[in-house]
């Protein structure tokens, strides 16, 4: 059984930044791809940032530039750093996880607001 366990939301002032992390039960290199997706209220879940195994990133238009996905050498750790955030990007933030099955994590909660 895959666990994904997301850290590092709060609440944030425009402009500010934070770190999410998403820690694995098993190594993050033996997924093809790993992401982070987020749900925000009233609205559909939508694809944020991607890794694949290989390194290749991927990012929605409206965090480009913002928003950096990485991972850990260890193989344990997928994070996304958020940088000068804005108030729609206020949402539950969830970890994705994919092989032959998408695994999901209990998400973490991002609130941007002064």
């Known amino acids: 059984q895959v666990q994904l366990v997301e850290s590092g939301g709060g609440l944030v002032q425009p402009g500010g930044s934070l770190r999410l992390s998403c820690a694995a039960s098993?190594?993050?290199?033996?997924?093809?791809?790993m992401g982070w997706y987020r749900q925000a209220p009233g609205k559909q879940r939508e694809l944020v940032a991607l890794?694949?195994?290989?390194?290749?990133?991927n990012y929605a238009d409206s965090v480009k530039g913002r928003f950096t996905i990485s991972r850990d050498n260890a193989g344990k750790t997928v994070y996304l750093q958020m940088n000068s955030l804005k108030s729609e990007d206020t949402a539950v933030y969830y970890c994705?996880?994919?092989?032959?099955?998408?695994?999901w994590g209990q998400g973490t909660q991002v609130t941007v607001s002064s």
């Open positions: 098993r190594s993050i290199f033996s997924f093809n791809v």
């Open positions: 890794i694949s195994s290989g390194g290749w990133t």
């Open positions: 994705n996880a994919r092989d032959s099955q998408y695994y």
